[in-house]
Each structure stands twice: as structure tokens, then as C-alpha cells.
């Protein structure tokens, strides 16, 4: 057999070494212009929180604005395709969550398809929920709660709308405790808090991070919290599984990008967001609003995504939810 020339041999060696050092080179200048990260809900929620949190991290760390842009909708729906008719260059991200996972099951057609168009870039933290109403409700606990609903007819319940992290929470609450709750729905979990404040409903079951201000300045009266364990930031506040046994809701937050992503961006991302989730000031200001970091590889974030899917999808089909 001939050997190569060395001629060529050094051309094919460049030539073999030219696509290796593409991808160095475009995970070293990356981002090259401002980073949108997409919402699907109103500013101010959960989702909202942890985007901003992240994005001003990473605006720092990589040294280009990461901006954030509240597209609410169709439970986040118009978000999520919007990212995923995006181009796959790392400049459009999206904040995933619970709604994602309960949309797979709950819409029958979508444009797209979440786990197959989004690809997971990292995990950024899973956020307790919590059971609250006004102070002027007449229920102090859960099981006053209960009985008030069964004695007294539908009980008016806020929701960020059908598919929410907070309808699913409020939904597996009605299932389990056997009551009847009226949902009414509203454009995100801002105007539901606003209404519930202002008494027009009766109780919701929030995300912890949307409400724990109001919880401490008596505006809002927490019947119990929706995780498996108490929570330090509310010590004496019970969980609502003491009184349902087997109860647990937890919403969870992350940064998908569109698929087809170049690898060397995404895990450029991840580390960038692992260092972020391991600094000791967004750890507190996670924990302050009841929040747990929860960092890993993309993969890491591919299984929970799946995890979550299965899970909420069971409770739609069993409460035969449809989209609104």
C-alpha cells in the first residue's frame, strides 16, 4: 500500500484537527452578542425570579447582557416555541419548569415536541409550594380548611391558569383531600396573588417564592407548604402531608436552548451555571425565598425532566384536565 506524502499527510492531519478546533474556538468567544432568556409567565413568579437571578450571574461571568424576556401564554407554551423555532446558537434560552413537563400530556397537539426540540442545558433549583388565603378566611389549618370546603360548597381557587405549576399543585390537593374547589384562572401567578390579596378568592397554592412576603408581613395566612419535610425559612408552618398523607408538589427550574445546540455551548453554560449555583450568595437568596439549588449535567437535567413528566402527566389524565 502507498503511503501518504507528508504533504498530504500534515493537509489530512489540519484538515481532521479544523472541526475540533471550530467548536474550541466558538465555546471560547461565546456569547458574541446579548443572550435572551425566555419566560413564560408574567414578571414577578417563580420562574421570573430564578431567571433574573441566573441571567445576571451569567451576564457577569460571560461578559454580554443576558436579558429577560416574559413571554406569557398558553402555559408558557408560546415561550417554549418560540425558543424552539430559534436559532441554535446559544443566544435564546429558555427557563423551563413544571409546566413544560405537564404540557406533554395536557395538549394533545403541539407545535413542537419539549423533550425531542428543547435541549437541557442545566438544573437550577426545585422550589416548594405553599397553601394560603387571606386572613380573613375563617380556616386556620388544614383541617379546618377541609371541612369548611366540604360544609360550605366550592371553595374559589386562584391558578396561573390550566397547566400551571400552581393548578397542578391545587389539583393533587383536590384529588387527595376530596373537596370541592372552583379554579379561577388568571394570565400567571402575579394577577391570581393580587386578586387573592385582595380577597376576590379564597385560597391558592403558590409558589413559596411569590408569596413569602407577603406571608411575613401578615398579608397572607399559610395553612402549610406542599414539600415532604417542614422548611427552615417557615419552621412552623406544617407540610400539607401530614394532613393528606402522601401529598408532595415541588416545581422545578432550568435552562433549555434550542436542539441542535453545539455541545461545547451548552457545557460551557452548565459550568458556568454550576459555579453560579455553588456561590454562597445565590445559595442564601435561593434559600431565603424557600428555594434548593439543584446542579448537575445536562443529562442530570434530561432524567428530571422525564421524572416530572410522568408524574403530572398521571394527574392530568386521572382529573381529565384540557387545556383552557
Do not use: C
Amino acid at each position: 500500500m502507498r503511503l501518504p506524502h507528508r504533504r498530504q499527510f500534515l493537509h489530512l492531519a489540519a484538515s481532521a484537527a479544523l472541526p475540533v478546533m471550530t467548536r474550541i474556538a466558538r465555546a471560547q468567544t461565546y456569547p458574541t452578542r446579548p443572550v435572551r432568556i425566555v419566560v413564560g409567565f408574567p414578571p414577578g413568579g417563580g420562574q421570573d425570579i430564578s431567571a433574573r437571578l441566573m441571567g445576571q450571574w451569567l451576564s457577569e461571568r460571560l461578559g454580554q447582557p443576558f436579558i429577560i424576556e416574559n413571554r406569557p401564554g398558553a402555559s408558557s407554551n408560546i415561550a417554549t416555541e418560540a425558543v424552539v423555532r430559534a436559532s441554535p446558537d446559544g443566544h435564546t434560552l429558555l427557563l423551563a419548569g413544571t409546566p413544560n413537563a405537564v404540557n406533554a400530556t395536557l395538549y394533545e397537539k403541539l407545535n413542537y415536541n419539549f423533550i425531542r426540540d428543547i435541549a437541557p442545558v442545566a438544573s437550577l433549583s426545585i422550589w416548594p409550594g405553599v397553601m394560603e388565603v387571606h386572613p380573613s378566611f375563617p380556616a386556620r389549618t388544614v383541617p379546618e380548611f377541609i371541612a369548611y370546603a366540604k360544609a360550605n360548597g366550592k371553595v374559589t381557587m386562584a391558578t396561573a391558569g390550566t397547566g400551571s405549576a400552581i393548578q397542578m399543585m391545587g389539583e393533587l390537593f383536590r384529588m387527595m383531600a376530596s373537596v370541592s374547589l372552583l379554579e379561577v384562572p388568571y394570565r400567571g401567578s402575579t394577577p391570581a396573588l393580587t386578586d387573592l390579596l385582595g380577597r376576590q378568592v379564597q385560597v391558592m397554592f403558590d409558589q413559596l417564592a411569590s408569596s413569602i412576603e407577603h406571608i411575613r408581613a401578615g398579608k397572607l395566612r399559610p395553612l402549610a407548604v406542599t414539600t415532604a419535610r417542614r422548611l427552615q425559612v417557615l419552621p412552623d408552618i406544617p407540610t400539607v402531608g401530614e394532613f393528606v398523607p402522601g401529598y408532595e408538589a415541588t416545581t422545578f427550574h432550568g435552562l433549555g436552548t434550542p436542539s441542535n445546540t453545539p455541545a461545547e455551548i451548552i457545557d460551557k453554560l452548565n459550568r458556568e451555571i454550576g459555579v453560579g449555583l455553588a456561590d454562597p450568595k445565590i445559595k442564601a437568596r435561593l434559600a431565603a425565598l424557600g428555594g434548593t439549588v439543584l446542579a448537575g449535567s445536562p443529562a442530570d437535567f434530561a432524567r428530571l425532566i422525564a421524572d416530572e413528566t410522568e408524574k403530572w402527566g398521571k394527574v392530568v389524565r386521572v382529573a381529565n384536565l384540557k387545556p383552557d
